[in-house]
Every structure is written in structure tokens, then in C-alpha cells.
């Protein structure tokens, strides 16, 4: 999945919106003023969180990701963009966009729905 597309998905997503709040250069998505991925243009990863710790430990333990540079490693991973399927990448995209919103105040929740 190109860059091009992540970026264009992670804009669908409702009430999600695009910064670059480190500078030119730093791509980041974010959900009621919360980060959901992040990605270093020319990085060839976006760094996401997944909704399960033990998930993220076990992904970056195979190889299917890597450690997510400036963020705790409480379930925030890497993902290669090459590499990655469209699928894969969309669904943990959508996971890690879901796990943020979720922790989220209900009123900040029902403010993103309208």
C-alpha cells in the first residue's frame, strides 16, 4: 500500500484528521486530538497501536513488525508499508484509529459522530 493511499484512508476514517504537528517531513493522523498512526515521510513505515499489548509484543517477537520509534511500546508497533498487504495494513489501521477513539471521553465520542 502506497503512501499516497494510507494517508487518503486514515482521512476517511470519521472525525480523523491529518497534521504534521513535528515539522514538514512527519505525518500524523490523529482522532479527538489523539494520535492513530504516525509515519516519517521517506520512512517506508507507519508506526500504529494495536488494541492488544500482547498482540503487539508477539508481532514485533516474529517479525512482522518493528518497534515504533518515539512512541511507548505499550502496543504501538511499526509496520513496513512495502511488505505489508493493503488488507493487513487497512485493518490495523482501522484498529488502531477504533482503540484510540474508544479511549476517548464519551462526550469527545458522540462530538466525532455529527
Known amino acids: ?3 499516497a493511499s494510507i494517508k487518503n484512508f486514515c482521512e476517511s476514517l470519521p472525525g480523523a484528521c ?3 504537528p513535528f515539522g514538514p ?3 500524523v493522523w ?3 486530538g ?3 498512526a504516525m509515519s516519517a515521510q521517506g520512512s517506508g513505515r507507519v508506526s500504529l497501536k494495536c488494541a492488544d499489548d500482547q498482540v503487539a509484543e508477539m ?5 512482522r513488525a518493528g518497534t515504533a520509534p518515539y512512541l511507548p511500546r505499550g ?4 509496520l513496513a508499508v512495502e511488505g505489508t498487504d493493503e488488507a493487513e495494513m487497512k485493518e ?4 488502531s484509529y477504533q482503540t484510540v477513539r474508544d479511549s476517548l471521553p464519551q462526550k469527545v465520542q458522540a462530538a466525532l459522530n455529527n
Open 25 to 27: 517531513g512527519t505525518d
Open 30 to 32: 490523529k482522532v479527538g
Open 92 to 95: 490495523r489501521l482501522m484498529e
Open 1 to 3: 500500500m502506497e503512501h
Open 34 to 36: 489523539k494520535i492513530f
Open 18 to 20: 491529518y497534521e504534521q
Open 75 to 78: 502496543g504501538w508497533i511499526a
Open 59 to 63: 508481532l514485533i517477537s516474529v517479525g
